[in-house]
């Protein structure tokens, strides 16, 4: 079984930054990818960045050039920076790890609040 906690969601202007984390742990797991997910109200949860084992990444168009994704092999740890943040990225950010068995697991996501 695998856990992941994640962290740092919070409050911000417009034109502000975040950063998100999210640390995995278990017995006996290997990573194939990590992502961040986010889901506004009344929307269906939609991919934002992910980051495979050897570090290529995936970003949703509305995000690339203001988010970056990155990861600490070591840590079992997956960051989301965001900058220039807008009040359309708000939103419950969840955190989703796949295994090389392809099982997926979540976290308990973090709420992200951008004001205008």
């Known amino acids: 079984q695998v856990q992941l906690v994640e962290s740092g969601g919070g409050l911000v202007q417009a034109g502000g930054s975040l950063t998100l984390s999210c640390a995995a742990s278990?017995?006996?797991?290997?990573?194939?990818?990590m992502g961040w997910y986010r889901q506004a109200p009344g929307e269906q949860r939609e991919l934002v960045a992910a980051i495979t084992s050897a570090g290529s990444t995936n970003y949703a168009d509305s995000v690339k050039g203001r988010f970056t994704i990155s990861r600490d092999n070591a840590k079992n740890t997956v960051y989301l920076q965001m900058n220039n943040l807008k009040p359309e990225d708000t939103g419950v950010y969840y955190c989703?790890?796949?295994?090389?068995?392809?099982?997926?697991?979540w976290g308990q996501g973090t709420q992200v609040t951008v004001s205008s």
């Open positions: 989703k790890l796949m295994d090389n068995r392809f099982w997926e697991y």
């Open positions: 278990g017995n006996s797991f290997s990573i194939r990818s």
